[in-house]
């Protein structure tokens, strides 16, 4: 089946320790997002990757950063710069064009939830 | 700059209630795609329906409906006879189409949390 797969579910921080959040989706998307979520809270853009080897700062980037070597995968490390990390992460896929017969623009992971020990 | 507004932060209704989820969106652009996601306890986002700026006819989905007006800048969202597997935080977006062509990033709202109650 395709999709995408975030791992890992659940993901515990130490204070002044870097964590990466693995994405990985097999529907041969060419743009992949990150997104923050807050708890009563929209979803914020923090990343995103049009093609491999190039990605945008979204809304909130810092202090995080990600890497884009294959179309499949989009990994996104929460680095110590990050000091409220406690959140809910999705990574999302889409085409890079929606057209008229395209009809779900971004396909969702199951997200990883990120807190501070 | 694209913006999506829901305006409504929590709903709670009783169960068989019918309830309407509010989203109103602004954009520059002629040609752009409007989107229901809902989101359930587990976390995963789920599609509903995608809509696009030229075509506004209404749509219904058993008990979902779909009310796009281009003229007030909104596309609600109303469940009939609510059920308790409704209760979720929905989303609403927007992608535009730049430069001829449009991508897939999408500019969400807020989110509505909807409580059903039995």
């Known amino acids: 089946d395709g999709g995408i797969t975030q791992s890992p579910k659940y993901l515990f921080r130490k204070e002044g320790q870097n964590v990466t959040l693995s994405c990985e989706q097999n529907l041969n998307h060419d743009a992949m997002y990150w997104y923050r979520q807050d708890p009563g809270q929209g979803l914020r853009l923090i990343y995103y990757?049009?093609?491999?080897?190039?990605?945008q700062k979204g809304d909130i980037a810092e202090g995080y950063s990600v890497s884009r070597e294959k179309k499949e995968s989009f990994p996104l490390t929460v680095t110590s710069a990050q000091k409220n990390p406690t959140a809910f992460y999705l990574c999302?896929?889409?085409?890079?064009?929606?057209?008229?017969?395209?009809?779900?623009?971004?396909?969702f992971g199951d997200g990883t939830r990120l807190s501070i020990l | 700059a694209q913006k999506v507004t829901q305006a409504q932060t929590e709903i709670s209704v009783v169960e068989k209630e019918d309830v309407t989820l509010d989203c109103v969106y602004e954009t520059r652009d002629t040609t752009y795609y409007l989107f229901w996601y809902k989101q359930p306890p587990s976390g995963e986002l789920v599609f509903l329906i995608r809509r696009n700026s030229f075509d506004e006819q209404n749509e219904i989905s058993g008990r979902y409906s779909w009310n796009f007006q281009k003229s007030t800048s909104s596309f609600n969202f109303t469940i009939t006879a609510s059920q308790v597997v409704d209760s979720a935080v929905y989303f609403c977006a927007l992608s535009v189409n730049a430069g001829g062509t449009s991508y897939g990033k999408l500019t969400f709202g807020q989110g509505t949390i909807l409580t059903v109650h039995p």
């Open positions: 990757s049009q093609i491999v080897n190039d990605f």
């Open positions: 999302a896929s889409s085409p890079l064009y929606i057209t008229r017969h395209s009809n779900q623009p971004q396909h």
